[in-house]
Each structure stands twice: as structure tokens, then as C-alpha cells.
């Protein structure tokens, strides 16, 4: 996904292309650190000053309504989001809450295997591993 494809999808749906929307997109699709709202308000008001957190929550909805990011919410923590909507693992320490997406063809395969058997077709996906990362092991 760039930045000309999700154009695209907003205006097949009826939305403007806002550069704030755009903005916020870009930020979660280049961060491997699955940022919450607040991390994303705090990068993309740098560069837009007056937009509000409110924005920020009404855009990550829209971008999430239109299946172009996931929101991962955990009890008692912030939620994240990331723009890997395809099958795949979240590695998450329960130390310091860092997420590691792992991609494997066998997760794909199995995903789709549930599909298959079960006859239905996900709206969307999650699959979570805890696991402490090489800092918290230490």
C-alpha cells in the first residue's frame, strides 16, 4: 500500500484525500513500532499543529472502517495500530509492550486452511505471540 493507492480507496468511498489523513497513514506504514493515537498525534502535529487527538481517533476509525489498518487493543494499555492487515504473527513482550510483526507462509496457509473449513471468510485477523524481546530477556 502507498500513498497513491490509498488515494484512491478514499475517493472510491467518498472521502477526501486530506493531507492530514495522508499523513497520519504514512506515519503508521512507516513505523515498525505499531504506534498508539497519541504517538501519531505527537509525530503528525509537528507538521500540523492545530489538528486535534479527536482527529487523529476519527481518522484511524476511517482508515480502519475502510480495512486499510488494524487497531490491536490490549486491557489496560493504549491501543495500537498497523497497517499489516494480511495473516500474520504480533510478537509482543510483556515487558516493554514492543510488537514485532512475523511473517510466515505457514501462517497464510493455516489462516486459509480455517477459512476452507470452517466456510467463512474473515473480516479480519489477529494472532498474537508473547514472547520477551532480546532487551527484557536480559
Known amino acids: 500500500m502507498n500513498r497513491k493507492q490509498l488515494v484512491k480507496i478514499l475517493r472510491k468511498n467518498g472521502y477526501?484525500?486530506?493531507?492530514?489523513?495522508?499523513?497520519?497513514?504514512?506515519?503508521?506504514?512507516?513505523?515498525?513500532?505499531?504506534?498508539?493515537?497519541?504517538?501519531?498525534?505527537?509525530?503528525?502535529?509537528?507538521?500540523?499543529?492545530?489538528?486535534?487527538?479527536?482527529?487523529?481517533?476519527?481518522?484511524?476509525?476511517l482508515l480502519q472502517d475502510l480495512g486499510q489498518i488494524m487497531e490491536l487493543k490490549f486491557r489496560?494499555?493504549?491501543?495500537?495500530?498497523?497497517?499489516?492487515?494480511t495473516p500474520h504473527l504480533n510478537l509482543i513482550c510483556p515487558g516493554c509492550g514492543k510488537i514485532e510483526d512475523y511473517n510466515s507462509n505457514t501462517i497464510v496457509k493455516f489462516w486459509s486452511k480455517?477459512?476452507?473449513?470452517?466456510?467463512?471468510?474473515?473480516?479480519?485477523?489477529?494472532?498474537?505471540?508473547?514472547?520477551?524481546?532480546?532487551v527484557c530477556k536480559k
Not at 489496560?76 to 492487515?85: C, L, P, V
Not at 480455517?114 to 532480546?134: K, V
Open 16 to 61: 477526501k484525500a486530506t493531507p492530514q489523513r495522508l499523513a497520519i497513514f504514512e506515519l503508521i506504514l512507516s513505523s515498525k513500532e505499531h504506534p498508539t493515537a497519541e504517538e501519531i498525534h505527537n509525530e503528525v502535529s509537528k507538521k500540523f499543529p492545530s489538528m486535534s487527538l479527536s482527529t487523529v481517533y476519527q481518522v484511524l476509525h
Open 76 to 85: 489496560g494499555q493504549s491501543s495500537r495500530f498497523e497497517t499489516n492487515t
Open 114 to 134: 480455517l477459512e476452507n473449513e470452517f466456510d467463512f471468510e474473515a473480516l479480519s485477523q489477529r494472532i498474537d505471540g508473547y514472547r520477551y524481546c532480546d
